[in-house]
């Protein structure tokens, strides 16, 4: 089963708009990392937060993360063509350094 | 920068052959993982290693053999493929966990594979 879940499933906007898309989780995490993928691409680490971190922001990227509700937010600001990809959530699991991932949101910015 | 590089990027296999993905990494990185990606989902963990000379099962690991004899290679091998492995495969690396600070993880572009 999944740790992270990510909703939407799918995402349409215009460029020049705000994209927010969700991941939930099921048990405690000390992280959480959000990761891009370009079609035809490998994943792309785009920023990790913390547990005791609420907000983080990297660049045009805002994360937060509420571990009372089990759940954090990727906000995507100003979009652009170039963030059309999918978009993945992902907690640790156990030791490894491992990752699980959810089933990711596709995000479709239209120019 | 290579960083995380797939051989082959493509493959094509008949039911019952064998063959060997190769993951090379030049970042120094002690970790390493195989994912495979089916349509519409997420990342399913293969086999990861820690180490050069370990390996260890991750959650989808039956069919599938590692082998890491050199820290920067991590080798997945299908011993006899069969359609339900057709797949997309990643492979990542990391640095390892120190205090328990997690790492980011580098991925390669991936190897598709369909098997016939």
């Known amino acids: 089963s999944q740790q992270g879940e990510e909703d939407p499933q799918a995402l349409s906007i215009q460029e020049g708009e705000n994209a927010t898309m969700n991941c939930s989780y099921k048990?405690?995490?000390?992280?959480l990392q959000w990761y891009r993928q370009n079609s035809g691409r490998g994943l792309v680490h785009l920023i990790l937060i913390r547990s005791n971190e609420r907000e983080k922001h990297s660049g045009r990227l805002r994360v937060t993360l509420d571990t009372s509700k089990k759940s954090s937010s990727l906000l995507i600001t100003a979009s652009r063509a170039a963030d059309t990809a999918s978009y993945f959530c992902?907690?640790?699991?156990?030791?490894?350094?491992?990752?699980?991932f959810g089933g990711g949101t596709r995000v479709l910015v239209k120019p | 920068n290579a960083g995380v590089t797939q051989t082959p990027k493509f493959r094509v296999l008949k039911t019952g052959q064998s063959m060997t993905l190769l993951c090379a990494q030049d970042m120094n990185h002690e970790y390493m993982y195989w994912y495979r990606q089916d349509p519409g989902m997420g990342l399913r963990l293969i086999h990861y290693?820690?180490?050069?000379?370990?390996?260890a099962k991750g959650e989808v690991p039956d069919g599938y053999n590692v082998s890491r004899l050199k820290k920067q290679n991590f080798l997945l091998g299908l011993e006899s493929a069969a359609p339900s492995q057709t797949s997309v495969y990643f492979c990542?690396?990391?640095?390892?966990?120190?205090?328990?600070?997690?790492?980011?993880?580098?991925f390669g572009d991936g190897t598709r594979l369909s098997i016939l």
């Open positions: 290693s820690v180490g050069e000379g370990t390996t």
């Open positions: 990542a690396s990391s640095y390892s966990t120190f205090q328990s600070r997690a790492q980011p993880q580098h």
């Open positions: 992902a907690t640790p699991k156990a030791a490894g350094n491992k990752l699980t």
């Open positions: 048990t405690s995490i000390n992280n």
